[in-house]
């Protein structure tokens, strides 16, 4: 039959070249118009899957390449009505919410939409075998080896992955245990920013001053901060590199969380996660008095994946996971928000103003700075807004109906901050530009189902006070001990510097950087305080 429609109907000649690639071609025109025309008309229930070219693939590589301009295009595929929509990845669909009230469903619905299906994921991508992952579930019953009724570590006796969420939780909301690694963020910060120090971000000296680089600034400072909250100097004595390590480990942290192939072991990925991974084994091997300078948490932690005896291997891979939460995001923000305040000398003024007043006495009041700067903090709430790229994700573990479409098991639903972030019916049409006052204009746009920079819901960012303890308290040093501006002729020709754009090169995990080879190149001079 195939061989008559080919001569009869097209005359195309028939032979051993021809008729398999007409019959594929047939095949995947009729697969083409079944799965994107006559099964979304027969199922309106079901989500609009965004079209593609290759069966099973679907949209991996754009999704692994561009996926906000993959968003972007879904989108568009909706009329921008901002419906629930699909793409297809080699492993499953992922359901896409954007529509606010939709959003707030989903965060709220933990039986259904369910968070432990993708911590799993996550820690098989970080390194946890089977039976590592069977272990970290395992709640202690009378009998086991791990059940030690009446003792201080655990004493609700749960699993090692709930154990774990709670002591990051009581680490880090608010209150005395906070405030401990606010005030060895801040001791790291002040040791850092010293001007016979400045070396690692330094691109020119010269008699008058320094020609300094804001992202090489943000980038060691904030890092080397995050360390010490969790680790003391314990980590650099094992590998001095270790800041540039999880620097590069941070550039590349999505190949991690999305799968994503090392062929030959070559990927950029590779020598950074192994060489972390070894100092957090050596860390953990330490005997538990010589850590004298780890966290609380952190100490509890390995208290408890001792009891569990869970593999060693899999022990370093959840203090990976939480170091890399602890410290992913702040140089990022950090950047931006210096970015707009260099590139706007009134802006730099204003803010300056409040974090100076800070200062009582010589010494920073780091609750009054993060309560008392309304300028500083709708700055720091919009520069989160443009640049927050979260992509928040939950297994769909049972069927559900959310804005009218069904959702199937199996699946995953993403909640993509930068598209909720852009909403224009909700950030109005200048939603894509920078607007420092937004959120002092429109105090409750902070707390919109549409602004999601630390998540939502069950994995709310415990992080979140202290992140702004952190950014707002290395800016009120920096802004105290130098005079800083954007270096004039810098720029292209000669000129005035350009503002740097946003790399949107790969999937986004959290705040997102500047392209790699964008810059704001700062003069600095030291202050006499
Ligand atoms: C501007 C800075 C920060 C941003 C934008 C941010 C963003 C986020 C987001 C979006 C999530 C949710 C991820 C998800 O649900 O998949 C999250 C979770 C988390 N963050 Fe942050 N974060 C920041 C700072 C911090 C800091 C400073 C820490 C710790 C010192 C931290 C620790 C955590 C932890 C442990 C989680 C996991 C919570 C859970 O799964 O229960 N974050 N963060």
Not at 125 to 134: A, H, Q, T
Not at 298 to 310: G, R
Request: some cysteine.
């Amino acid at each position: 039959m195939i061989e008559d429609l080919m001569n009869l109907r097209w005359g195309i000649p028939v032979n051993a070249f021809t008729v398999p690639v007409f019959s594929i071609a047939v095949l995947w025109i009729g697969w083409r118009i079944w799965t994107f025309t006559i099964r979304p008309w027969l199922r309106p229930q079901d989500p609009v899957v965004l079209p593609y070219w290759i069966p099973f693939l679907g949209h991996s590589f754009a999704f692994f390449g561009n996926s906000d301009e993959l968003l972007e295009r879904g989108l568009d595929y909706v009329g921008r009505s901002n419906e629930i929509f699909g793409i297809q990845t080699l492993k499953r669909q992922l359901y896409i919410i954007t529509n606010p009230p939709e959003v707030s469903i989903a965060f709220n619905d933990n039986t259904a939409l369910h968070f432990d299906g993708h911590l799993n994921e996550l820690l098989e991508n970080f390194g946890f075998s089977k039976e590592g992952l069977r272990l970290s579930w395992h709640i202690p019953k009378p009998g086991d080896w791990c059940y030690l009724p009446g003792n201080e570590i655990n004493p609700e006796l749960a699993s090692l992955n709930r154990f774990t969420e709670d002591m990051y939780r009581k680490q880090l909301l608010p209150g005395e245990k906070m405030d401990v690694m606010s005030r060895v963020f801040m001791r790291s910060v002040f040791d850092t920013l010293q001007w016979d120090k400045l070396d690692f971000c330094t691109v020119e000296s010269t008699e008058k001053g320094k020609l300094l680089s804001l992202r090489e600034l943000c980038r060691y400072t904030l890092v080397e901060g995050a360390t010490q909250t969790m680790f003391g100097s314990h980590l650099h004595k094992i590998e001095p590199r270790i800041v540039e390590y999880m620097l590069r480990y941070n550039d590349n942290a999505w190949m991690v969380f999305f799968q994503y192939p090392d062929f030959f072991g070559n990927s950029p990925i590779t020598e950074p996660r192994r060489v972390i991974t070894e100092t957090l084994e050596k860390f953990i091997e330490m005997p538990d008095e010589e850590r004298h300078e780890q966290a609380w948490s952190i100490k509890n932690i390995l208290a408890w994946q001792k009891v569990m005896n869970i593999d060693l291997r899999a022990r370093a891979s959840v203090l990976l996971m939480v170091y890399w939460a602890a410290n992913s995001n702040e140089y990022n923000i950090s950047f931006w928000v210096l970015a707009h305040l260099l590139h706007n000398p009134e802006l730099l003024r204003m803010v300056k103003e409040e974090t100076e007043a800070a200062w009582i006495d010589g010494v920073l009041d780091i609750k009054l700075l993060r309560t008392n700067s309304p300028n500083l903090e709708a700055i720091f709430n919009e520069a989160l807004r443009l640049n927050g790229g979260a992509m928040v994700s939950r297994i769909v573990r049972e069927p559900i109906t959310l804005g009218g479409k069904q959702l199937k098991p199996g699946n995953a639903i993403i909640i993509p901050a930068r598209q909720l972030h852009k909403n224009e019916k909700v950030w109005g049409q200048n939603s894509g530009d920078f607007d420092a006052f937004r959120f002092k204009k429109h105090k409750a746009l902070s707390r919109h189902a549409s602004y999601r920079p630390f998540g939502g819901g069950k994995t709310y960012c415990p992080g979140r006070v202290l992140a702004k303890e952190e950014v707002y308290g290395f800016l009120a040093t920096l802004f105290h001990r130098f005079d800083l501006k954007m270096a004039e002729g810098k720029g292209p020709g000669g000129g005035k510097q350009v503002f740097p754009s946003l790399d949107d090169s790969s999937p986004a995990l959290g705040i997102t950087g500047p392209v790699k080879s964008h810059d704001v190149l700062i003069s600095a001079t030291q202050r006499v305080v």
